[in-house]
T-cell receptor, first 115, second 113 residues
Framework: GDSVTQMEGPVTLSEEAFLTINCTYT??????LFWYVQYPGEGLQLLLK?????DKGSNKGFEATYRKETTSFHLEKGSVQVSDSAVYFC??????????????FGGGTRLMVKP | DAGITQSPRYKITETGRQVTLMCHQT?????MFWYRQDLGHGLRLIYY???????DKGEVPDGYVVSRSKTENFPLTLESATRSQTSVYFC????????????FGQGTRLTVV
């Protein structure tokens, strides 16, 4: 079945540092790929998405490129802020037409940014 | 208020008791989902529903029951709670056309003692 693997955390960075959180996936067909973010005490919210190979999703300074050849969707940000401290989840949507909206999540990566 | 709301936010129950977690969305989204979040496992799908009166199992359905008599509500029932069901539960909804863009509730933290 489909699966998502992302780097374990926590990731601790200083403010303005460069961020990379690795994500790789296994899926049949052509899934859409997502990054969700969870701030403390809240539910998940969509950060960015990409629906086909070589698409780049971007939002709030975060970027991720859908790399079909390496089955990866790594999250990057050039300069993190304290307010970016959260848990980040990589996910893919179901490739089964009967559950095309079903998301499979990675284990999550906690990011802590220090001033 | 528009959105997706879960209740209660926190619940402590005893082993063997039945407990129901509520989820309500105001967008009339077709799809609704229940996930549980545990350390080391990320989010795992318990059940989902593609429309009213249509439900299907996810990855970890054992010990749970769902129903969807109305589009906007998707309650999750633990028939006989066990300590292994201590977790944070998230409800989510999405529209069929968005292919995975889901909106999440704030979660219910359930402790089974």
């Amino acid at each position: 079945g489909d699966s998502v693997t992302q780097m374990e955390g926590p990731v601790t960075l200083s403010e303005e540092a460069f961020l990379t959180i690795n994500c790789t996936y296994t899926a049949t067909g052509y899934p859409s790929l997502f990054w969700y973010v969870q701030y403390p005490g809240e539910g998940l919210q969509l950060l960015l998405k990409a629906t086909k190979a070589d698409d780049k999703g971007s939002n709030k300074g975060f970027e991720a490129t859908y790399r079909k050849e390496t089955t990866s969707f790594h999250l990057e940000k050039g300069s993190v802020q304290v307010s970016d401290s959260a848990v980040y989840f990589c996910a893919l949507s179901g490739t089964n037409n009967n559950a095309g909206n079903m998301l499979t999540f990675g284990g999550g990566t906690r990011l802590m940014v220090k001033p | 208020d528009a959105g997706i709301t879960q209740s209660p936010r926190y619940k402590i129950t005893e082993t063997g008791r039945q407990v129901t977690l509520m989820c309500h969305q105001t967008w009339s989204h077709s799809y609704m989902f229940w996930y549980r979040q545990d350390l080391g496992h990320g989010l795992r799908l318990i059940y989902y529903s593609a429309a009213a009166d249509i439900t299907d199992k996810g990855e970890v359905p054992d010990g749970y029951v769902v129903s969807r008599s109305k589009t906007e509500n998707f309650p999750l029932t633990l028939e006989s709670a066990t300590r292994s069901q201590t977790s944070v539960y998230f409800c989510a909804s999405s529209e069929a056309s968005t292919g995975g863009k889901a909106f999440f509730g704030q979660g219910t933290r359930l402790t089974v003692v």
